[in-house]
């Protein structure tokens, strides 16, 4: 049975500083893996999608990894911004046409 | 284009009652999706349908049924509404999965169900 685990729970920086969010799966026979954004009380914002032939995607800010292999992802956010604060989902795409998602790390970026 | 749109907005129920959430698809995806995110409790996969048929089911009761229409639009019934059954509701849509292959989901705002 897949899980998907995302450390730090909880994280708060000051405003300017790189992270990194991480996520890690059990089953590493996964298609694709795909990052969210959730403001509170708001559906989801797509971020970046990785496909499973792929290592890497970027997009402004954010650069996205996948390691198969050993079953981690991790979400790069440079030079944060107090708009960043959000819940950040980790999800994976297996073969039974769901996403399982990790419970998600909340960001918190202070001005 | 249109996303994925979900409504209502919110819905107020009182334990017992059934409760009915309608999702359209972008146009063009065959396949919906529906999530329950219930405080505390992460986001879980509740159902899958694509062409007209329910194709997977998550673990939850009975009392959680849907459907897909010919125009691909769903309905989310839930019946003998519990308490526990409060939560954001989430509606996702794609192309048809093909035999070896995914397709992104696309999500829709949600339906916030609240149980009295």
């Known amino acids: 049975k897949q899980e998907v685990t995302q450390i730090p729970a909880a994280l708060s920086v000051p405003e300017g500083e790189n992270l990194v969010l991480n996520c890690s799966f059990t089953d590493s026979a996964i298609y694709n893996l795909q990052w969210f954004r959730q403001d509170p009380g708001k559906g989801l914002t797509s971020l970046l999608l990785i496909q499973s032939s792929q290592r890497e995607q970027t997009s402004g800010r954010l650069n996205a990894s996948l390691d198969k292999s050993s079953g981690r992802s991790t979400l790069y956010i440079a030079a944060s911004q107090p708009g960043d604060s959000a819940t950040y989902l980790c999800a994976v795409y297996g073969n039974t046409g769901k996403l399982i998602f990790g419970q998600g790390t909340t960001l918190q970026v202070k001005p | 284009e249109a996303g994925v749109t979900q409504s209502p907005t919110h819905l107020i129920k009182t334990r017992g009652q059934q409760a009915t959430l309608r999702c359209s698809p972008i146009s063009g995806h065959t396949s919906v999706y529906w999530y329950q995110q219930a405080l505390g409790l992460g986001l879980q996969f509740l159902l899958w349908?694509?062409?007209?048929?329910?194709?997977n089911r998550g673990n939850f009761p009975p009392r959680f049924s849907g459907r897909q229409f010919p125009n691909y639009s769903s309905e989310l019934n839930v019946n003998a509404l519990e308490l526990e059954d409060s939560a954001l509701y989430l509606c996702a849509s794609s192309l048809s999965r093909g035999a070896l292959s995914y397709n992104e989901q696309f999500f829709g705002p949600g339906t916030r169900l609240t149980v009295l």
């Open positions: 349908y694509d062409e007209g048929e329910e194709r």
